[in-house]
T-cell receptor, first 115, second 115 residues
């Protein structure tokens, strides 16, 4: 299993540009998450999904959109990039066992710089 | 919203020393995670616990639900243990922060083990 994969690893965007951060998992996990990590701060939840077709906002959703058309993929869309979105983005997935949510598996991260 | 505090923020120790990292949180939780982030940026889940104690190799994690406190211990520390250790909690409901199905993270403890 490849686990959780993310592309690209690094990207520079100009203010106002748009891009999609890709995330895929091959573990058949229902739950998927997008986090951002800013220097000196804890990771913060952007969006999450409990299954295909179901998404919900996390703590810091403004400026982002997500979709979940398949169990495997959970792309994160930035429509109008702003310098405040400079960060490292992590995708994660987990699966419920007997109704409990278990360990989260993280992707390698995407480093985004908005200039 | 759950507040997660870790201490110390930075810790430098000599190889072989016994290491303790602390985590406290403000609101009742359903589970607590300890994560390790290596200098390359990847995040790996070390433990998920909701009560008592867990041990994996030289790592031990404990949690006291009544005191809302958890500790991560490393015995016989080694330079390869140098990393950022992150505490994260999963609340019991959407009012505990991080989204109903996401985690609320501490800022991390930067650990350096010198040879």
């Amino acid at each position: 299993n490849a686990g959780v994969t993310q592309t690209p690893k690094f990207r520079i965007l100009k203010i106002g540009q748009s891009m999609t951060l890709q995330c895929a998992q091959d573990m058949n996990h229902n739950y998927m998450y997008w986090y951002r990590q800013d220097p000196g701060m804890g990771l913060k939840l952007i969006y999450y999904s409990v299954g295909a077709g179901i998404t919900d906002k996390g703590e810091v959703p403004n400026g982002y959109n997500v979709s979940r058309s398949t169990t495997e993929d959970f792309p994160l869309r930035l429509e109008l990039a702003a310098p405040s979105q400079t960060s490292v983005y992590f995708c994660a997935s987990s699966y419920p066992i007997q109704g409990r949510k278990e360990t989260q598996y993280f992707g390698p991260g995407t480093r985004l710089l908005v200039l | 919203k759950n507040e997660v505090e870790q201490s110390p923020q930075n810790l430098t120790a000599q190889e072989g020393e016994f290491i303790t990292i602390n985590c406290s949180y403000s609101v009742g939780i359903s589970a607590l995670h300890w994560l390790q982030q290596h200098p390359g940026g990847g995040i790996v889940s070390l433990f998920m616990l909701s009560s008592g104690k867990k041990k994996h190799g030289r790592l031990i994690a404990t949690i006291n639900i009544q005191e809302k406190h958890s500790s991560l211990h490393i015995t016989a520390s080694h330079p390869r243990d140098s990393a950022v250790y992150i505490c994260a909690v999963r609340g019991g409901g959407s009012d505990s922060g991080g989204g109903a199905d996401g985690l609320t993270f501490g800022k991390g403890t930067h650990l350096i083990i010198q040879p």
